[in-house]
């Protein structure tokens, strides 16, 4: 009954450096999304994958890439790491009709 | 104007009373709302789906007001766990299923 699985849960990375961060889900779910949170601007969604193989661009996605591994993995990379990017990232999964299901997050510092 | 907008509170509340939450959303088109409960540090979960005609689960209510575009969240005989910030989130008809989440509300429940 795992639902959302992130790891990282907690990263402290120099700037420039490089990371990936996964995401799986194990309730078969076609959407896969995304999501910043800093305080006072609330969630901000960065990509999405609507379904396996397809991958769009959200509100914030510079600084970013992604990938649809499968149907159960969307990974997040940061390529060059920038204060900027400090935040707090939920990757969440969905049905398209029951709401969104969240992972536990990962801290991110950009040091 | 703000797709959608949440009051950020905090509502500071004593045990035992009743209170109420709305979320405005300015796209007429809007089909459909949920409200998601976030605990300090943790991912935001479903709270509750709102359908046009309302629903109840237990002690939280849950409306849609589609003339004044806004939903409701109604607590009633508030417990200390109830206290966590309140996320609305509301999706536009056309099938991307992508939410736009409110910035929540906060809630405090004290003795």
């Known amino acids: 009954n795992a639902g959302v699985t992130q790891t990282p849960k907690f990263q402290v990375l120099k700037t420039g450096q490089s990371m990936t961060l996964q995401c799986a889900q194990d309730m078969n779910h076609n959407s896969m999304y995304w999501y910043r949170q800093d305080p006072g601007m609330g969630l901000r969604l960065i990509y999405y994958s609507a379904s396996e193989g397809t991958t769009d661009k959200g509100e914030v996605p510079n600084g970013y890439n992604v990938s649809r591994l499968n149907k159960r993995e969307f990974s997040l990379r940061l390529e060059s790491a920038a204060p900027s990017q400090t935040s707090v990232y939920f990757c969440a999964s969905s049905d398209g009709f029951n709401g969104y299901t969240f992972g536990s997050g990962t801290r991110l510092t950009v040091v | 104007r703000k797709e959608v907008e949440q009051d950020p509170g905090p509502f500071n509340v004593p045990e035992g009373a009743t209170v109420a939450f709305n979320c405005t959303y300015s796209?007429?088109?809007?089909?459909?709302f949920f409200w998601y409960r976030q605990d300090c540090r943790k991912e935001p979960k479903l709270l509750m789906s709102?359908?046009?005609s309302g629903n109840e689960d237990g002690r939280f209510t849950a409306q849609l007001n589609r003339a004044s575009q806004y939903i409701s969240l109604l607590i009633r005989d508030s417990k200390l766990s109830d206290s966590a910030t309140y996320l609305c989130a509301v999706i536009l008809s056309g099938g991307s299923y992508i939410p736009t989440f409110g910035r929540g509300t906060s809630l405090i429940v004290h003795p």
């Open positions: 796209n007429s088109a809007s089909q459909s």
């Open positions: 709102v359908y046009s």
